[in-house]
């Protein structure tokens, strides 16, 4: 089976320009999970959803940020407009639920906003 | 709130030897789950272990195994026979039972040398 698969692998953008991330989670799997890594902050849940509805947002740090899941098989992460502070590593997760909690995580989008 | 303390920054170890990586969390809940996350320098975000806090067993995984101490809150990694590629960020994170939030510790660096 294919794991999580977040595109694109690297971003670099100028300050001020909408950047998308997308993430396509594991079949079958009906949670996913978007973070963000920074040295100054670590490992950060920003959203998750269940069964393609948005759970907790509480996570995203401003209005600038969104994440939809239109299908089972789809999600993104806009920023918009986007900012230097916003340069990190951005990853997906997903899990089946009654799967023993475990979260798989793609291998992350590595944004730098110049 | 819950925390999660990985107090080594750093660690080192010669190719074959043991070595024990510490965490330490900080909870009222009685029942949760405890990770062990490896991350390369691919970047990739592993599972190395899992532990249901209800289990006293402690979990093993070939070359892993975990140290439960419920009562210290404590859950340190034990690697023996360590490999180059054992070289990677390791992060101890929680879960309580019936939420999907993954709380990190800031990581411990594992350098295995030949």
């Known amino acids: 089976d294919a794991g999580v698969i977040q595109s694109p692998r690297h971003e670099v953008t100028e300050m001020g320009q909408e950047v998308t991330l997308r993430c396509k989670p594991i079949s079958g799997h009906n949670s996913l999970f978007w973070y963000r890594q920074t040295m100054m902050r670590g490992l950060e849940l920003l959203i998750y959803f269940n069964n393609n509805v948005p759970i907790d947002d509480s996570g995203m740090p401003e209005d600038r940020f969104s994440a939809k899941m239109p299908n089972a098989s789809f999600s993104t992460l806009k920023i918009q407009p986007s900012e230097p502070r916003d340069s990190a590593v951005y990853f997906c997760?997903?899990?089946?639920?009654?799967?023993?909690?475990?979260?798989?995580f793609g291998a992350g989008t590595r944004l730098s906003v110049l | 709130a819950q925390t999660v303390t990985q107090s080594q920054p750093e660690m080192s170890v010669q190719e074959a030897e043991t070595v024990t990586l510490s965490c330490t969390y900080d909870t009222s809940e009685n029942n949760y789950y405890l990770f062990w996350y490896k991350q390369p320098p691919s970047r990739q975000m592993i599972l190395v272990i899992r532990q249901e806090a209800y289990k006293q067993q402690n979990a093993t995984e070939n070359r892993f195994s975990v140290n439960f101490q419920k009562a210290a809150k404590s859950f340190s990694l034990k690697i023996s026979d360590s490999q180059l590629g054992d070289t990677a960020m390791y992060f101890c994170a929680f879960m309580k039972v019936n939420t999907d939030k993954l709380i990190f510790g800031t990581g411990t660096r594992l350098q295995v040398f030949p």
């Open positions: 997760a997903s899990r089946r639920q009654g799967g023993k909690n475990i979260q798989y």
